[in-house]
């Protein structure tokens, strides 16, 4: 069903608790529609930043400084590490906090939803409506989030006060723009509470709204990014057949895109952030009577990639030097210019980075590492330069992590020049083969 519920405003004061990338631009939208808007986080340096209209990370997040400027000057928003000054006579809560999955076996690490909204439930007004924007495990609205604020409020669920899931669904770099027009379900304990959620998100969604159960909704944010997941994976699994034949995998890729019905994903390096290495993980955590096994592959196929690309630049390595090594020996006492600590491009987002584990994976094979990141202060231990060239000189092998801008467009006779050996390895698919090797460059690429 299409919700046509009546968008009027039905709210005066909001509290958002979890300042982080969602939770700043739910709090800024809503303060933006002219609800007193109070932003809660145990964070007191970013508490700071927000309560000085000042975007705390140094991603490119388009509007979203604008925005917190014109609101910090009309007196919109106010941010607090204090709960019963942000929860106190709220009429809507909403709770947008980490819920790390570490692996298959721990399941989902819900610390901070459970401290939050015990949180909540202390300062909760009666006929407040509390929605839960942050992925869950299938089960967890019922099972963890419903007892717990029952139990620290007093009151009773769909009874006393509304309660709701709507999963965020948004890509860092497009926060506003997406959290505007992206279609949302709306997942409720009753009919009521699933108006109300209407009533709210219309102030600012001009996407539809899709209502539903609080437990479909569950169920609809991990399947989504545990899709993706697995295509990503048959991708990336592609890639290494088409490297054990020589096989240019891209090349695979655009001819199996032409036929109707096929989008094959891009292979490469890893696959990261918040939300699509660990949703599969808490939709395969619902699972009572079975083990699924696909959603687990998936997972673990895209989490070995990271060691997939080390061997392939130690390969490299050992071509180009023309010396017998077995697998990541090449690498000792080799210095690796590592291009990109953050997941995704133009973004400081570093949670759950492929970068990561394949820097431990040089470090432990003997390599000094050498990283380069616009937005990233360090990585590992590593800290990051700001430009390429430097970090190029005396280096045995550079490798694209990150797609960020600056380095799509490599000065390849330059770097050339200022590297010990001039080994380039792709793990995204962002540089031009031909005109590395036209350079001199040792290149290779994931399933290249």
């Known amino acids: 069903m299409v919700s046509t519920a009546d968008p009027a405003p039905r709210f005066r004061k909001a509290c958002v608790v979890g300042l982080g990338v969602v939770g700043i631009p739910v709090a800024a939208k809503l303060a933006e529609v002219g609800l007193t808007t109070v932003g809660l986080d145990v964070d007191a340096t970013r508490v700071r ?14 509007g979203m400084q604008d925005l917190l400027s014109n609101i910090h ?15 106190t006579d709220a009429d809507v809560v909403v709770v947008v906090v980490q819920t790390p999955v570490e692996d298959a076996k721990t399941g989902p690490r819900y610390d901070a939803l459970r401290s939050a909204l015990t949180s909540v439930g202390s300062y909760l007004k009666k006929g407040a409506l509390v ?63 699933i108006e109300r959620m209407l009533a709210l998100y219309r102030l600012y969604v001009t996407g539809t709204l899709y209502p539903t159960d609080m437990t479909t909704a569950e169920v609809v944010k991990t399947a989504e990014n545990a899709y993706r997941d697995i295509e990503i994976a048959f991708a990336n699994e592609v890639a290494r057949i088409c490297q054990g034949l020589g096989v ?44 699924p096994r696909m959603l687990l592959t998936a997972r673990d196929t895209n989490d070995g990639m990271p060691e997939v690309t080390a061997r392939l630049l130690a390969e490299t390595l050992a071509s180009a030097t023309k010396v017998r090594a077995e697998g990541l020996a090449a690498l000792q006492g080799k210095t690796i210019v590592v291009l990109g600590a953050a997941y995704l491009p133009g973004s400081d987002d570093t949670r759950l980075t492929p970068s990561a584990p394949f820097i431990r994976i ?53 770097w050339a020049e200022r590297m010990a050996l001039p080994v380039a390895i792709d793990g995204r698919g962002a540089w031009d083969p031909e005109a590395a090797r036209a350079a001199g460059f040792h290149y290779r690429g994931v399933g290249r």
């Open 73 to 87: 000057a009309k007196g919109l928003l106010i941010a607090t590490t204090d709960p019963e000054e942000a929860v």
């Open 362 to 414: 040089l470090k432990e094979a003997g390599a000094e590492v050498r990283l380069v990141d616009p937005y990233v202060e360090a990585l590992e231990g590593t800290p990051a330069l700001d430009a390429v060239t430097d970090a190029l000189d005396g280096a045995h092998g550079v490798v694209l992590s990150t797609a960020h801008t600056p380095f799509l467009a490599p000065e390849w006779a330059h």
């Open 49 to 62: 930043s927000i309560a000085d209209g000042r975007y705390p990370f140094t991603s490119e997040e388009p």
């Open 131 to 193: 929605v839960v924007e942050s992925t869950l495990a299938p089960g967890t609205m019922r099972d963890i989030v419903r007892p717990t604020l029952e139990k620290a409020s007093g009151f009773a669920a769909g009874r006393d006060f509304g309660l709701g899931h709507c999963p965020e669904r948004v890509m860092p770099g497009k926060l506003l723009h997406n959290i505007v027009h992206y279609d949302r379900v709306v997942g409720g304990i009753d009919p009521a509470s």
């Open 248 to 291: 240019d995998a891209w090349e695979v890729r655009a001819h199996v895109n032409r036929v109707e019905g096929r989008n094959m994903h891009l292979p490469g390096i890893g696959v990261g952030g918040h939300c699509i290495p660990k949703d599969g993980l808490l939709l395969a955590h619902a699972a009572r009577d079975f083990i």
